[in-house]
């Protein structure tokens, strides 16, 4: 049987401009993983995107009935497949040729069970302009752990737990940097697979919800953890 990844994207579809944008991150992810079959679920936030034609063609389509709930929406999405390795998304990224397939290659070779990709353009504050060739084992956010992109193992994530939907939006990534610590889970960046992200540009969407959903949410991680 060969290998599989179901990679889930978030999307919420206000605008052909948004409906452009997740089709970027869906046809450049086509083109990112090699000989890997690719299962792709959108979890949609707009339900009236369909009817407007803002849809997306060779995707299982989800339209959750409820507020947007980062966390919610993508454990929803990551049940809607059964492939050894998932991939959890934003809507706003450009996926390198060859990029997913290489994550999960390097994950097997390095014994990881969570991993990140290399953003080029974000990580050269931390290595300049020459990236280290092998993974770099971490836990800080934004260096290690990126929420945009994660590929995982899903017998991990069935080990640790479903993903805590206390978190909304802000802090997803600091939960479960912390619960991969806590369970002694191996996570990664690695810069050989380099996918690029257009930070923020879904954060005009939240409306009156934006203070809950993004400075809010610590008081959420100090509540679980004690800290940030």
């Given at each position: ?60 389509t989800l339209t959750p009935n409820s507020k ?70 971490g836990y800080e956010i934004e260096n290690h ?84």
């Amino acid at each position: 049987m060969s290998a599989s990844v179901d990679a889930v994207v978030l999307t919420n579809t206000a605008s052909q401009e948004f409906h452009e944008m997740t089709r970027t991150t869906l046809d450049t992810l086509r083109g990112a993983c090699g000989e890997i079959k690719l299962n792709l679920f959108v979890v949609e936030s707009n339900p009236a995107a369909s009817e407007s034609g803002l849809v997306y063609e060779g995707c299982n389509t989800l339209t959750p009935n409820s507020k947007f709930n980062y966390n919610l929406f993508m454990q929803m999405g990551l049940e809607l497949g059964d492939s050894e390795h998932v991939l959890m998304c934003n809507n706003d990224l450009i996926f390198e040729p060859g990029s997913v397939s290489l994550l999960i290659s390097q994950m097997a070779v390095h014994g990881l069970e969570s991993a990140s990709p290399y953003e080029p353009n974000w990580h050269v504050r931390y290595y300049g302009k020459h990236p280290p060739d092998d993974p770099v084992l971490g836990y800080e956010i934004e260096n290690h752990v990126c929420g945009w992109c994660i590929c995982a193992r899903r017998d991990m994530l069935g080990r640790v737990g479903p993903l805590d939907e206390r978190f909304s939006f802000w802090c997803q990534d600091s939960n479960y940097s912390k619960t991969l610590q806590r369970e002694g889970v191996r996570h990664a960046l690695v810069p050989r697979s380099m996918v690029r992200h257009e930070f923020s540009r879904s954060h005009g969407l939240l409306g009156e919800r934006h203070h809950e959903m993004t400075h809010g949410q610590k008081t959420t991680m100090l509540e679980k953890w004690g800290q940030l």
